[in-house]
């Protein structure tokens, strides 16, 4: 369930298909995400699942997958 919120907002903010977004994918190498891209993306999940993410939390993500751990356990 996570996951598909995360992949959804991921699609459509890096206009990729669903197909392409999988927890091993990697957000700079495989979307192409700057640092100001990740910003917007994490802030579209503090919208979505009401969490706060400290920017230093930013930082040690690096796929999908970590994105859905720590919406888990937060």
């Known amino acids: 369930m996570i996951f598909e919120k995360v992949r959804d907002i991921i699609c459509d903010q890096f206009d990729v298909e669903e197909d392409a977004v999988t927890p091993e994918t990697l957000l700079e190498e495989d979307l192409d995400a700057d640092s100001l ?3 917007d993306l994490v802030m579209s999940f503090e919208d979505e699942f009401q969490i706060e993410v400290p920017e230093e939390e ?17």
């Open 58 to 74: 930013i930082e040690n993500i690096k796929t999908v997958g970590d994105i859905v751990k720590y919406i888990e356990e937060h």
């Open 37 to 39: 891209d990740l910003v």
